[in-house]
């Protein structure tokens, strides 16, 4: 399984950036797919997830309203769309994947119930 995360930059703040995180080795369609944010000296924490079949989301409430998360499952792709961005946005930014039985429910909120993850890709924003 890999996870290819990018899109990441430095954008100032109430600037946007899109990540993208696409994978292979996996049957895309069977897996929840989740964002998570590690700033420095931070533990890793949740921030968006979305159900196999795209029908389902969740945000962590720091993030709600300002970033959508998606999925295209014919390109094996997830996104995070993030406006509005904010100086404590700042982290690198991983896409993960949970393998789920069932279509409409969202990935884990807990970073170790994870076994697949992309690589991380930074995203800074300036006051």
């Known amino acids: 399984v890999q996870l290819q995360a990018s899109g990441g930059g430095l954008v100032q703040a109430g600037g946007s950036l899109r990540l993208t995180c696409a994978t292979s080795?996996?049957?895309?369609?069977?897996?929840?797919m989740s964002w998570f944010r590690q700033a420095p000296g931070k533990e890793r924490e949740f921030v968006a997830t979305?159900?196999?079949?795209?029908?389902?989301?969740s945000y962590a409430e720091s993030v709600k309203g300002r970033f959508t998360i998606s999925r295209d499952n014919a390109k094996n792709t997830v996104y995070l769309q993030m406006n509005n961005l904010k100086p404590e946005d700042t982290a690198v930014y991983y896409c993960?994947?949970?393998?789920?039985?069932?279509?409409?429910?969202?990935?884990?909120?807990?970073?170790?119930?994870?076994?697949?993850w992309g690589q991380g890709t930074l995203v800074t924003v300036s006051s």
């Open positions: 979305i159900s196999r079949s795209g029908g389902s989301t």
């Open positions: 080795g996996l049957t895309f369609s069977t897996y929840a």
């Open positions: 993960a994947a949970q393998f789920m039985w069932l279509p409409n429910s969202g990935g884990s909120m807990t970073p170790s119930t994870y076994r697949d």
